[in-house]
């Protein structure tokens, strides 16, 4: 398959991430949530909504590893868009006639549009489409995996883990802040950054923040408490793109990740934990931002490395003890994304 955007120039993602100054994160976004008592008009209901993801994407990836995590496969069906897009939509080119096969449709951007007519933001993953209208209901991905967690419980399977335990919700929402504002986004506030002040600033809260998970995870198996959680799923997906992308395609060059320790190990550990490694791919991931970011990449030429052997090499972290799904049991049905 050619991956090469082939929207023309018309459509080219060309001037679109990179600013004059320090890259801003656009995070207003649809906020409708499925809830079980359905006070936004969407109730939790087996089979009436759509995820629609990339594997690409790491926002979109936090939900297909909390999806399947949970066993929410036969509840909540599942999308798959190609690595790339073009300025106007991700895009079914996965699918045989380029038609997602539910939704009918060779674009996310309709499902958006059914929503609000010319959607004015950016057309992101991952969303969740309500089948019957063909709408968008949300795409606010923070929420969807949280929502996921303690709404749509009557559908978990058995032994499915406490990704979002009461007891633990403080310390995982503190965790999560700044892991979001200082790695999962700070990778690009450094790969977008428009002048050499604002990636220098970007370049050191990031590894400011790298330097502190380095230091907590060398005494503990996992960001918060002795189980996985919602924590160690935000963080997975930027560090299992570290070193394909961010550490050279974003600048982000201190460091590889393999030349962190604690975080190398805890990353080898979550990604030979199913549901973790078993849902990257590599290539599309590569892919996706080397094609689609023609302001750092106008050749859009992919790098055939790194090496990605690495990954499934022995982690040593079982000796910090903690239990990957707590009183669960890790899933085992085959992978559907």
């Known amino acids: 398959m050619d991956t090469k955007n082939t929207g023309g120039t018309e459509f080219s993602t ?3 991430y990179v600013t004059d100054s320090e890259y801003t994160r656009d995070t207003n976004y649809i906020e409708t949530r499925i809830t079980r008592d359905g006070a936004d008009g969407y109730p939790v209901e087996a089979g009436r909504y759509r995820l629609v993801v990339s594997r690409a ?12 995590l949970l066993g929410l496969e036969d509840a909540i069906s599942i999308g798959v868009c190609g690595p790339t897009h073009d300025v106007r939509s991700w895009t079914f080119d996965l699918d045989p006639d380029g038609l997602d096969p539910v939704l009918g449709i060779p674009r996310l951007q309709e499902a958006y549009f059914k929503r609000t007519p010319n959607y004015p933001r950016g057309i992101t993953v991952p969303a969740i489409v309500d089948v019957p209208s063909g709408a968008v209901v949300t795409n606010n991905f923070p929420q969807i995996t949280l929502d996921f967690s303690t709404e749509w419980r009557d559908f978990h399977r058995d032994g499915a883990p406490e990704l979002y335990p009461e007891a633990l919700r403080e310390e995982i929402d503190t965790v999560n802040k700044r892991v979001f504002t200082e790695v999962n986004n700070g990778v690009y506030r450094c790969g977008f950054a428009g002048s050499q002040e ?3 600033a970007a370049y050191d809260r990031l590894f ?17 408490g002795d189980t996985i959680t919602e924590a160690d799923v935000r963080l997975f997906t ?4 570290f070193d394909a992308v961010y550490h050279g395609h974003f600048k982000c060059n201190r460091s590889k990740l393999t030349e962190m320790p604690a975080l190398w190990a805890y990353a080898r550990d979550l990604f030979q934990t199913p549901g973790f490694g078993d849902t990257v791919n590599f290539e599309q991931i590569k892919q996706h931002y080397y094609i689609v ?28 003890g903690g239990r990957p799904f ?7 049905r ?3 994304a």
Do not use: F, M
């Not at 380095?214 to 960001?223: D, G, I, K, V």
């Not at 930027?238 to 793109?241: D, F, K, M, S, W």
């Not at 707590?326 to 085992?332: D, H, L, S």
């Open 14 to 16: 060309k001037g679109i």
């Open 57 to 68: 994407c790491p926002w979109a990836h936090r939900s297909t590893i909390v999806r399947r």
């Open 198 to 200: 604002a990636y220098d």
């Open 208 to 224: 400011t923040a790298l330097d502190w998970l380095e230091e907590r995870l060398a005494t503990q198996r996992y960001l918060v």
């Open 238 to 241: 930027t560090l299992v793109r």
């Open 293 to 320: 970011h023609e302001d750092l990449n106008p050749t859009q030429i992919v790098p055939k490395g790194p090496d990605t052997s690495g990954w499934t090499t022995p982690h040593g972290r079982e000796v910090l």
């Open 326 to 332: 707590g009183n669960g049991t890790a899933p085992t």
């Open 334 to 336: 085959p992978v559907d």
